[in-house]
């Protein structure tokens, strides 16, 4: 997929976080480790960085990786300090972290303290001499983030005198420290180097109380700066959610005006209708067939007007307003798809182009795989693979690991998952993963659940989107809280799972007449987390409103569907995030885009399997149908 390209000098978080990506890869690590001179790493970052569409020079790259360390190192000092309350200042401390902490020659505190620009050029060998007289300039010159957090700290360094008033002579080397009171200097003194500095006199000079009280106060200029950033992101969270809001209520008024507009316009008219801008409202939103059918007919009302779509506000029983879509069933299967969303997943698939490299496209992490379950994490990540990512991993137990290998030489399979140090193995695998599907035949042994509740706490941490899916669900309903309101996490549970989720978050049986409030109820407890409940129809909610997915599948059942289902999900949750990163799709939640896509598409290979092999269908037979019927959905 294009991304964004370079807007000017600044670099947008976006092309931040694809530097980092790249410089974070092993190959371009070993290069900068074992090289003093790294100008010809650079330029391989910089080309790279030009293939995913971002046009900077091999110096911009370096200099902005260097920007980058310093701030991690300087919130890795005050992490250390004050128990993370630094953590903001560096805005991709988590990915710096893992990147440079599996560097074992980067030890911040030595950094910090004796290393000054030597030691921290030494750490990728970089080829500029010193730091401290230039950095300024190059980074303004560089056009440093937009974001002040993303700024060289220096410069907002508070102004705090620190009142040593008097010069001391130091017998043993004669040398003399002229203590500060001034605050031109402190503030454009960065806490890292006073700490250097004071820290470097104080292993020089005896008179320990002074530097003491020196220290003391340089740590509390440290904290004023922090405490002044803090409220400085508080504030500019506050702007951007009234923002919001505004935005919000222009779409409500908007979404009123097209539906008086196409309500008042006569039915018969055939042209496709565009439905209105999601609003905060539940809205109901349905690809299906005219005629109804199974426990979801609740959902539709039999139109009359057939061969077109119409949309009428209702009040439900809720009395929220509830927007409806009809869609007659045509022969074709595109003719039933719903006509808002399929666009939607046609604009978040990434082009092929031949300026790609491997990986760019997708690299998906599938935990599961154990003594019992090897077909499912195949599925999910043959799938993965079939449906356009580029490398697929699965992260199982020992035993499951040949055995899946021995299905496909395509998949990178990891025998770690009941290893002792299995969260340390997986998470030195996440920095490379675009997104990750969790529970295809995991199994439920405390153990695992255990890992892979550590593994999603982790990706949380990443902002990787997070595909929870069989046994995944099952740790889900022991412990909700584990995926909560992480509006990047997608549930798929089949009636029996949603079963068990609802009634362990509602302590009570749901209403089985009406699975459209259910899935909104359950996915508002789970914080707005996106949910689709697989069935007859699959229903997709993120708690403000529900697509109904009924592409023609065809009756046939089979184990496996539902990890061809979620493996295709964490390709699309990737591309649909990434989208809309890039402003590529807007007003609408990525992971519906992606869960819609999905569900569409399994349906589909259920169909065209089904048409080949009928009874005998199996999950293979549809994993072969993907290409084709990928193809006809979103690339026709
Ligand atoms: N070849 C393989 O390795 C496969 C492994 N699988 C794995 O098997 C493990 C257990 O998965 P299960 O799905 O069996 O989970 P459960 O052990 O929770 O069983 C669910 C049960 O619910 C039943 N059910 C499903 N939909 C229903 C409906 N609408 N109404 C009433 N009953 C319904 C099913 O027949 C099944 O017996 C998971 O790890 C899963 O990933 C499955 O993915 C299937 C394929
Ligand atoms: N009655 C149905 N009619 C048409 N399609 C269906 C039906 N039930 C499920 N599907 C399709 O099959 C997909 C997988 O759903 P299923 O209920 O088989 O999942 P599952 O039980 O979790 O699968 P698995 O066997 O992999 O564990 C769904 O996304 C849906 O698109």
Known sequence: MQATTTRGFLWSDVETRTLLNIWGEQDIQTALDGNFRNSFVYRDVARRLGAMGFDRTPEQCRVRIKSLKRQFLLAKEGNLRNNGQYHKISKFYDIMESILSSRAVLDPQEMMIEGGAAGEEAVDGLEEDGEDPHDHDVYSETGEGPYPAETEVKLEYPTVPIPIPVKVTVSNNNSSLKPHNNSSHSATTTPVRAAKRTRKRRANFPMEKLMEQFLEQSAQAEDGFYRMEEQRQQAEDRRREAEHSRELHMLQMLGQ???SISTSRPSSVATPCKAPPAARAP???SASPSHTRGPFSHLRQPSPQTDCCSQKLLSSDTQALV??????LGSASQRIMDDDILPLVKSVIPPLTSKKHKGQDGRIGII??????????YFAAISALKVGADLSHVFCTKDAATVIKSYSPELIVHPVLDS???????????????SLVVGPGLGREDVLLRTAKEVIE???ARDIPIVIDADGLWLVTQQPSVIQGYQKGILTPNFMEFTRLYEALHHESFDSSDYQRSVLQLSAMMGNITLVLKGEQDLITDGSKVYSCSVVGSGRRCGGQGDLL???MGVLAHWAHAASTAGIIRGVNPSMVAAFGACALTRQCNSQAFQHHGRSTTTSDMIQEIGLAFKKLFES
């Not at 002792?420 to 675009?434: C, G, M, T």
């Open 257 to 259: 005006m097209f539906s």
């Open 458 to 460: 982790k990706c949380k």
């Open 283 to 285: 809205v109901i939103s």
């Open 566 to 568: 979620s493996g295709s």
């Open 323 to 328: 927007f409806e879509r009809y869609h007659s």
């Open 420 to 434: 002792p140090n299995a969260v340390e193995e997986i998470d030195k695998w996440l920095p490379r993963l675009h």
């Open 368 to 377: 599961g795989g154990c003594k019992d379950y090897t077909g499912a994490p």
